[in-house]
C-alpha cells in the first residue's frame, strides 16, 4: 500500500516558469511533509517542508502548499532554473509515536529546460 | 562540518555472500536511520536505532538483515546471504538528539551505497 504517491513521474518546464510537483497521501496519522530533491549518485538534500498546523510555508523561489481535507501537498518552484533540475521526494511522517520514520513517494524528475 | 558519510560508496557481491555497509553520521548526532531504494522507487524506511539501541525495525525484512549502532564506531548494515533483489542504493540519514517531542528532527542523508548482486 502507498501511502504517499506522487502521480507524476516527470515534469518538464521552461526556465523561468513556474514548476507545480504534486503529492497526495493517505494515511491521516501523518502530520509533518517534506521535499526533498535528489541528483543522480547523490542522497537526498531536505528542500523545505510543512507541519499540519499551517497550510502554506515559503523559503525564497520554493513553497509548499498543504490542504488537509484533500490529503494533499504542492511544490510551488518559481521562477524555475536549469539548475532545478532533479528528482524531487515527497515524505510525510507522523510526529507522535517516536519513531520519526519518512515515508516517500516514488518521486518526481523534475526538467528545466534552458 | 563532514556530512552523514557511508562506506563503501560501491559494492558488488555474489550470491550468498555478505555485505557490510557504513554510515558515520554527523557529528552530534545520535540517530541513525537506514533507507533502501530500489530501482524506479522511492525510499523505503528500515530501521531507525540510538547508540547501542533499535528503535524500530519495522522496515527491516525478517531474515538475512540486521543492523547496529554501536556505542564506538560507525552505524553498520549487515545483509547475509545476498540474493538479486537486494541490489539497490542503500541510504543512512541521521538526526540530532530531539530536544522537543511531536518536533520532527530534520534528518540528513549521506550518499548511499549502491549495492550490486551478481
Known amino acids: 500500500d502507498q501511502q504517499v504517491k506522487q502521480n507524476s513521474p516527470s515534469l518538464s518546464v521552461q526556465e523561468g516558469r513556474i514548476s507545480i510537483l504534486n503529492c497526495d497521501y493517505t494515511?491521516?496519522?501523518?502530520?509533518?511533509f517534506l521535499w526533498y530533491k535528489k541528483y543522480p549518485a547523490e542522497g537526498p538534500t531536505f528542500l523545505i517542508s510543512?507541519?499540519?498546523?499551517?497550510d502554506k510555508n515559503e523559503d525564497g523561489r520554493f513553497t509548499v502548499f498543504l490542504n488537509k481535507s484533500a490529503k494533499h501537498l504542492s511544490l510551488h518552484i518559481v521562477p524555475s532554473q536549469p539548475g532545478d533540475s532533479a528528482v524531487y521526494f515527497c515524505?510525510?511522517?507522523?510526529?507522535?509515536?517516536?519513531?520519526?520514520?519518512?515515508?516517500f513517494g516514488k518521486g518526481t524528475k523534475l526538467t528545466v529546460n534552458p | 562540518n563532514a556530512g552523514v558519510m557511508q562506506n563503501p560508496r560501491h559494492l558488488v557481491r555474489r550470491r550468498g555472500q555478505e555485505a557490510r555497509l557504513r554510515c558515520s553520521p554527523m557529528?552530534?548526532?545520535?540517530?541513525v536511520y537506514w533507507y533502501r531504494q530500489l530501482p524506479e522507487e522511492g525510499l523505503k524506511f528500515m530501521v531507525y536505532?540510538?547508540?547501542?539501541?533499535?528503535?524500530?525495525e519495522s522496515g527491516m525484512p525478517k531474515e538475512r538483515f540486521s543492523a547496529e549502532f554501536p556505542k564506538e564506531g560507525p552505524s553498520i548494515l549487515r545483509i547475509q546471504q545476498v540474493v538479486r533483489g537486494d541490489s539497490a542504493a542503500y541510504f543512512c540519514?541521521?538526526?540530532?538528539?530531539?530536544?522537543?517531542?511531536?518536533?520532527?528532527?530534520?534528518?540528513?542523508f549521506g550518499p548511499g551505497t549502491r549495492l550490486t548482486v551478481l
Open positions: 540519514a541521521s538526526s540530532p538528539l530531539a530536544l522537543t517531542p511531536y518536533i520532527f528532527n530534520e534528518q540528513f
Open positions: 494515511n491521516s496519522m501523518f502530520d509533518y
Open positions: 510543512i507541519s499540519s498546523i499551517k
Open positions: 515524505a510525510a511522517t507522523p510526529t507522535q509515536g517516536g519513531s520519526e520514520k519518512l515515508v
Open positions: 557529528k552530534g548526532h545520535s540517530h
Open positions: 536505532l540510538q547508540k547501542e539501541n533499535i528503535i524500530d
